[in-house]
């Protein structure tokens, strides 16, 4: 949910009064409930929920020693549970679902005590929760407070209220739903009390039935309310159009207007009830651009609010499809009360598990790291909040750091998940040299380095320690970090150990690789002096074999820096070998990959850019490209996601789901969906080239081609001022670094000017290769 800051037209209600925790006297004293209240009564108000620091919206709980616990408190938790605890004498508490109550977002939020005990908690006009207690609420004597509590002080509201009311009845869903989005006349029957809180200025808070105005505390403050909610942003691909939901709850609106637009199309608006609508926007044109365009909410009374509404025209498919689901993403699973995300929502985007796993969080922070790289601009901030939330996985046990399995010191500590996290450290390094990263890219290492057996042998987890056992994820990843820490660092110790651990995995006596199909198996044991793929570990049998594309691709990975570091031929190969085997088991053009999304999904198409950038050739960049394109037109279901589940039948990325409604979505499997769409928007915008690998980038230099793109048969000219006069070899390339054409000898003009008609009759990318005595310059150009 995305909270647009909004401005207002002198007229209307434009005020709300903020809370804030931090002052003392920040609530509002309403006096005795008996003034408002009957024995039975409804709550209601809009409220914003800054955030968790306090948790009160209104409280006169006390306790006696006559009668014990007496009273009630209307709240929230931190769990974004809404609660009414009641007082019968003990406490009994009625509380909705986890994560009902957002943090950022203006809700609706009532609460309804009956004569016969019922107590029923509504959100947004839907009931969220019913409860009955064991006698009636007894009374309380004690003052009742907005924004505070009577019994238990110093839990203030961080947050804004507006229009809040009490009725002197239990009110159903359909009559909180009938008035809740518009302004009372202050006449109606049965309610006791309504404080709009938009006075704006001075210390009065006035009641609208005129019989209960009150002071607020000093604590508080007027502030203009910014009630229009936009719901996510525009995207649009191809000359296509999208929608987004625009409202202002609590206003009857009467009229949405589009103010200003820079950016050229149709916008229309949907009515979807009297303070929301559907603004759909068609484009004309296919070109990328992004702009805002500005909307105008009018008012029953003509107020204007306005605000601004993002709009994101793409021409790469792939970045639209991975922006739209990450920022999908974010906005359903992301949990602002400690910066990470959700592991499961359920069919009405509740949090089902409030905080993700470490696994699932390696593969969000690959998701960020890519989309990063695809607009960094837009991504920046995101990543980056993220990427300091995770050290909330970071924990020190009996002197050794490493990452748990959950944040705060809770669970084991995964040596396989500590090794997924190795892989978006080693990418984040290699694009910005974050010391911090690289600090915990080391501490991830050691934690798996620093208990490997005398075979390079790491378990899956702690428990696991001292029987034999080499687990794949744990030894692949902790073996590519080697390398990748010896390339950033020099130190040879690293590079010893990359070898060791790779010449393991490698060798088929050790049964983790099989020697016929070239795939791993998830687990061998050496127990009684040889290798096995059954092992026992604390009593148990283990069984482990079985493939998964991931246990292979990252090794493929392995090799290519491998090759990299050491420019042996053999490591090459190996990738190209495993890769084949890859794509044999788990790869049918035109149909998808048979493989889960996190289980092999967006490792595959990780590898397969791996190969395509050091390779530059083009098939495995196009078989990349066709996995994704069978996802987005058939494995993305009615909520806008993919498959996710951990069973084969559910979760593979070569289902057909297009008509699917799932009750539950996991966050992994749509993390490894949205960086795997963003990887290959990545890599169709960088597109590789063999000449690179020709000499060192130190001595070649990146010049302009005129005209570009050019068409067949055109001649091409290249300035090149500092070598007039002297005479230079020019070479033509291939994407895959073939050479097409070479002119052996071609004087630069006096005006620096070279020119050459290349002999092409194939449109594509090609690389043009200047040398001339020791400096080499290099150029790229589009052949139509």
């Known amino acids: 949910m995305f909270l647009i800051a909004v401005s207002f037209k002198s007229k209307g209600q434009s005020w709300i009064l903020k809370f804030d925790s931090s002052q003392p006297e920040s609530y509002i004293d309403c006096g005795n409930l008996d003034e408002y209240s009957t024995a039975e009564f409804t709550i209601e108000t809009w409220l914003y929920v800054d955030n968790w620091s306090g948790n009160y919206i209104m409280a006169n709980e006390s306790w006696s020693e006559a009668s014990g616990s007496v009273g009630f408190a209307f709240r929230f938790n931190s769990n974004g549970q809404l609660e009414m605890s009641i007082g019968t004498g003990d406490w009994e508490a009625v509380k909705s679902p986890e994560s009902s109550i957002k943090l950022k977002q203006w809700q609706h939020v009532a609460v309804s005590v009956s004569t016969d005990n019922n107590v029923n908690l509504y959100i947004d006009g839907v009931p969220v929760k019913e409860g009955v207690l064991s006698g009636p609420m007894l009374r309380s004597t004690a003052k009742l407070f907005m924004g505070e ?15 809040f009311r009490i009725w002197n009845t239990a009110r159903t869903s359909d009559e909180i ?55 996510g942003s525009l995207k649009v691909l191809n000359s296509g159009r999208d929608s987004v939901l625009v409202s202002v709850p609590g206003e009857l609106i009467s009229d949405w207007q589009v103010t200003t637009a820079a950016i050229g199309g149709e916008f229309t608006f949907t009515n979807r009830d009297d303070h929301s609508a559907y603004l759909v926007y068609e484009s004309q044109t296919s070109s990328y651009q992004n702009d805002t365009i500005t909307i105008a909410a009018v008012t029953a009374d003509a107020t204007e609010i306005h605000t601004m509404v993002a709009v994101d025209l793409y021409d790469n ?121 690289l600090g915990n890219l080391k501490i991830a290492y050691e934690f798996n380095n620093g208990i490997r057996d005398s075979r390079y042998a790491i378990p899956q987890h ?18 590519y970090a080697a390398a990748k820490l010896y390339q950033v ?8 150990e990359a070898l060791a651990y790779y010449e393991t995995e490698n060798d088929y006596a050790v049964k983790i690789k099989d020697a016929t199909t070239k795939l791993f198996n998830q687990a061998s044991y050496y127990q009684n002096g040889s290798w096995s793929l059954d092992g026992i570990v604390n009593g148990l049998t283990q069984r482990g074999g079985g493939y998964r594309a991931y246990q292979t691709t990252v090794v493929i990975q392995n090799a290519i820096l491998l090759y990299q570091i050491t420019k042996e031929e053999k490591y090459l190969n190996d990738a190209h070998e495993m890769m084949t085997s890859c794509l044999d088991r788990w790869y049918t053009p035109g149909q998808g990959l048979s493989e889960i999304s996190f289980w092999g999904g967006d490792d595959m198409i990780d590898a397969l850019l791996d190969m395509y950038q050091e390779t530059a050739d083009q098939e495995f960049f196009t078989i990349a490209a066709d996995i994704m394109d069978f996802l987005s037109a058939n494995n993305r279901d009615k909520r806008g996601y993919y498959a996710g589940s951990y ?85 033509i390339y291939s994407q895959s670094g073939q050479m097409i054409q070479l002119f052996e000898s071609r004087r630069v003009a006096g005006d620096g000017l070279i020119t050459f008609s290349p002999a092409i009759n194939i449109p594509g990318i090609y690389f043009i290769r200047i040398t001339s005595e020791s400096k080499s310059y290099q150029a790229k150009v589009l052949i139509n």
Request: charged letters at 20%.
């Open 647 to 731: 069973e084969d039948s559910k979760g593979k990325w070569n289902l057909h789901r297009t008509s699917l409604n799932p009750a539950e979505v996991g966050m992994m499997g749509q993390a490894a969906a949205a960086s795997s769409f963003l990887n290959v928007a990545f890599n169709s915008e960088n597109t590789p080239t063999a000449v690179s690998k020709l000499e060192s980038k130190k001595t070649k230099l990146a010049v302009p081609v005129f005209p570009n793109p050019a068409s067949r048969g055109s001649e091409l000219r290249i300035q090149l001022s500092e070598k007039a006069g002297q005479v230079c070899k020019v070479s």
């Open 489 to 496: 660092t020099s130190d040879t110790r690293y590079l010893d």
């Open 462 to 479: 702690e428990n696991q320690l001292g029987f034999g056992m080499l687990f794949s994820m744990s030894v692949n990843y902790t073996s």
């Open 149 to 163: 509590g009577s019994l238990w002080k110093g839990r203030r509201l961080e947050g804004k209220l507006a229009d």
């Open 317 to 437: 498919k792939y970045q639209y499809y991975g922006e739209k689901l990450l920022d999908q993403i974010h906005k359903e699973f992301y949990n602002k009360s400690n910066g990470l995300y959700a592991e499961v929502i359920d069919a009405s985007s509740q949090f089902v598990q409030g905080t993700s796993f470490v696994w699932p969080a390696s593969h969000m922070l690959r998701a960020l790291v890519n989309a990063w790289k695809v607009n960094p601009e837009k991504y920046e901030s995101m990543f980056s909040n993220y990427l300091e939330a995770v050290e909330q996985y970071k924990t020190t046990k009996a002197g050794r750091t490493g990452f748990a399995v959950l944040p705060g010191n809770n669970g084991e500590r995964f040596y396989d998940d500590n090794g997924q996290l190795m892989m978006p450290f080693c990418h984040i390094y290699d694009l910005a040299q974050d010391q911090t990263t």
């Open 177 to 231: 739903n009938a008035n809740k989005d518009i302004q009372l006349t202050g006449n109606e029957s049965g309610l006791a009390a309504n404080w709009l809180l938009s006075d704006g200025e001075g210390d009065v808070v006035l009641d609208l039935t005129g019989q209960h105005n009150l002071i607020r505390g000093a604590g508080t403050s007027w502030v203009l309310k910014n009630f229009v909610v936009v719901e």
